[in-house]
């Protein structure tokens, strides 16, 4: 007999399993093989309605592969309502990506993913993948909240999953590691925003506020005009025009002129005493 060809398509994959039921086998095993048989019945039933084959049933469990990402979400939401009629647990997980079909069973990362989705979640509650989420855009009537950045066993990269909410369906918390991550990435956020800001404000003094105030800070000292004309009648004029100057400077601008008067007063006009004297300088 040839073998059966491989064939590759894109689907969505629902997990479902039912809660606890190793304990009521060992408790009761005529109502732990009822509760298997009512699992099955219940989902033959909702797969059927909504386009859907099943693939695989194991124990309390069993895998099924839609076309369409909104078949898998609304057969998983009629068969958690139908399990609540039952009493019958259920966890339900929905990833979507690349399926290989051979010899009537699935293979691809999607299984394993959809899978551990699944067993993130409690009983009553339909967990979604963001590639699942991402196709509901274009149905507002179905609801969910997010529950954060997820580790998946035996998944290497981390999923951001949804919890289908409504329906008396159940919301899982979230996960002890990503309440453990905000808690410790909060303080150092907040250090970090306090860094910033300081910053912020030292750059702002230094280059705006500073910067605003240094010309009036500054001391402006206008020194005796030298007189290179060698005629002794115009040794007056250089201390007349140094000292008209820094009068008219001094009543014109917002500048700190020193006036000259007072630096005759201590320098007999030599203001370059005032370089290797800061005594006299700040006087």
């Known amino acids: ?148 950045m997820y580790t998946l066993k035996n998944v290497r990269e981390n999923f951001e999953l949804f919890a289908l909410t409504g329906r008396g369906l159940a919301i899982p918390p979230k996960p002890p590691e990503v309440a453990r991550k905000y808690k410790v990435l909060n303080p150092l956020i907040l250090i970090a925003s306090i860094l910033v800001v300081s910053l912020g404000y030292f750059l702002y003094k230094k280059l705006v506020i500073d910067r605003q105030f240094s010309f009036a800070d500054e001391r402006i000292i206008i020194p005796r005009f030298e007189d290179f004309t060698m005629d002794s009648t115009h040794h007056q004029i250089g201390d007349l025009a140094s000292s008209q100057i820094s009068n008219d400077l001094s009543g014109a601008t917002e500048a700190n002129i020193a006036r000259y008067t007072s630096l005759l007063g201590y320098t007999n006009a030599d203001a370059g005493a005032l370089i290797n004297n800061p005594a006299l300088a700040r006087k």
């Open 1 to 148: 007999m040839l073998p059966q060809e491989e064939t590759r398509k894109l689907a969505a994959v629902m997990f479902a399993d039912s809660e606890g039921y190793t304990a009521l086998f060992q408790r009761n095993e005529k109502a732990a093989i009822k509760q298997v048989e009512d699992h099955r019945e219940d989902l033959d039933a909702v797969t059927r309605k909504h386009n859907g084959e099943i693939i695989q049933f194991y124990g309390d469990g069993s895998v099924t592969t839609y076309d369409s990402v909104i078949d898998a979400v609304q057969s998983a939401l009629d068969f958690q309502l139908v399990s609540a009629e039952h009493r019958i647990p259920v966890r339900i997980g929905i990833h979507m990506g690349d399926l290989v079909y051979k010899h009537g069973d699935i293979f691809g990362d999607v299984v394993n993913i959809a899978s551990r989705i699944q067993s993130a979640g409690v009983p009553g509650s339909v967990l979604v993948s963001r590639k699942v989420v991402d196709e509901l855009t274009n149905h507002p009537e179905i609801h969910f909240t997010r529950m954060g």
